[in-house]
């Protein structure tokens, strides 16, 4: 068994099929570091700080919480991994649509360290379709999140939509 793995994703917000992944990736490693990617360049809904306190919450009273540390980076996500000693990337992999950008990200990340690999997961069917894109246009015009995220992720995208949609 390998030891420590990165899950880095934007998680703006954290969803359920997130969670499914992470809860896989435990099985196979010892230690998951989810790694949330600030990139100034790209409109986040969540801070940094408010995406990692979501999925802290939202793990805390999960049997497997205690092989995940949670954490932020900016950057190359490869000097991250190496930083945290984890020789292993995580992503999860819903369709077709989502490999070939996933493709190119996990061979320009082993040009540039040869000694980190990917791993694709796939999630459960129920999950395949779920984004977090697709959660916050939901939650923009009030719909139902109960079965896309937690509840704390449901809330917290209420409060931030609020303004927005009265
Ligand atoms: O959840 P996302 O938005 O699909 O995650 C993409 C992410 C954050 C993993 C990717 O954009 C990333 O690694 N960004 C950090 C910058 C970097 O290392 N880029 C080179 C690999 S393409």
New binding site residues.
């Given amino acids: 068994m390998k030891t420590i793995a990165l899950y ?4 703006d917000p954290i969803t359920n099929g997130h969670l499914d992944i992470l809860e896989r990736a435990t099985r196979l490693f010892n230690t998951v570091i989810v790694t949330v ?1 600030v ?1 100034n360049k790209k409109d986040a809904v969540f801070t940094g700080e408010e995406r990692v306190e979501l999925i802290k919450e939202c793990i805390h009273d999960k049997e497997w919480a205690k092989q995940v540390e949670v954490n932020q980076f900016t ?4 000097d991250h991994a190496q930083k945290m000693k984890a020789d292993t990337l995580v ?1 999860g992999v819903r369709q077709i649509s989502d490999f070939e950008y996933e493709f ?2 996990a061979l ?2 082993k040009r ?1 360290a040869p000694e980190v690999d990917t791993i694709f997961l796939m999630p459960d069917e129920e999950f395949t379709f779920i984004s ?1 894109s697709i959660v916050k246009e939901v939650a923009y015009w009030g719909g139902d999140l109960s079965s896309f995220v937690p509840s704390n992720v449901a809330k917290a995208l209420k409060d931030k939509f609020q303004d927005k949609t009265e």
């Fill in positions: 880095p994703g934007s998680f990617a990139n950057g190359l996500l490869v992503r190119r990200m320009t990340n540039l977090a």
